[in-house]
């Protein structure tokens, strides 16, 4: 089965994050540390009712980010801004703007790990990006 428009557009943006860096939930019971992971919104229903012209719509990515401490997750969070803004994913059936953060990250916070066996706090940061996505009939 080939890839969605969508999919390929969130396989381009996920191209340009960090290695390592995951498309949707990290799996596993208890997986190393740090985790990145992304979300990239689905064209809405104008886009997807009209694809035989062009249309254009705001994409959204949610950047989540899990480190075991305070100042490796603001490290790795930098990074991954560093790497996604300005960029400007390359997607087959997509033009794009670059991709800015929206908004300010999220203050880092304290979360329970997904295992709790694993006996360990993450130190997580949110981070929300958007651009403008062109799909191309």
């Given at each position: 089965?080939?890839?969605?428009?969508?999919?390929?557009?969130?396989?381009?943006?996920?191209?340009?994050?960090?290695?390592?860096?995951?498309?949707?939930?990290?799996?596993?019971?208890?997986?190393?540390?740090?985790?990145?992971s992304?979300?990239?919104?689905?064209?809405?229903?104008?886009?997807?009712?009209?694809?035989?012209?062009?249309?254009?719509?705001?994409?959204?990515?949610?950047?989540?980010?899990?480190?075991?401490?305070?100042?490796?997750?603001?490290?790795?969070?930098?990074?991954?801004?560093?790497?996604?803004?300005?960029?400007?994913?390359?997607?087959?059936?997509?033009?794009?703007?670059?991709?800015?953060?929206?908004?300010?990250?999220?203050?880092?916070?304290i979360?329970?790990?997904?295992?709790?066996?694993?006996?360990?706090?993450?130190?997580?940061?949110?981070?929300?990006?958007?651009?403008?996505?062109?799909r191309?009939?």
């Amino acid at each position: 089965m080939t890839a969605s428009a969508a999919e390929r557009l969130a396989l381009a943006v996920l191209a340009l994050a960090p290695a390592g860096t995951v498309l949707g939930e990290i799996v596993g019971e208890d997986p190393p540390l740090p985790w990145m992971s992304l979300r990239v919104s689905v064209p809405g229903l104008p886009e997807r009712s009209e694809a035989h012209t062009v249309q254009s719509y705001v994409a959204q990515v949610q950047a989540n980010v899990a480190t075991a401490s305070d100042q490796g997750t603001l490290r790795v969070a930098g990074h991954l801004i560093d790497a996604l803004e300005g960029a400007k994913p390359v997607a087959e059936g997509w033009r794009c703007g670059p991709i800015g953060v929206h908004g300010s990250p999220s203050l880092p916070y304290i979360a329970e790990a997904t295992e709790h066996a694993a006996n360990r706090r993450l130190v997580v940061v949110a981070v929300a990006f958007r651009f403008t996505a062109v799909r191309l009939p």
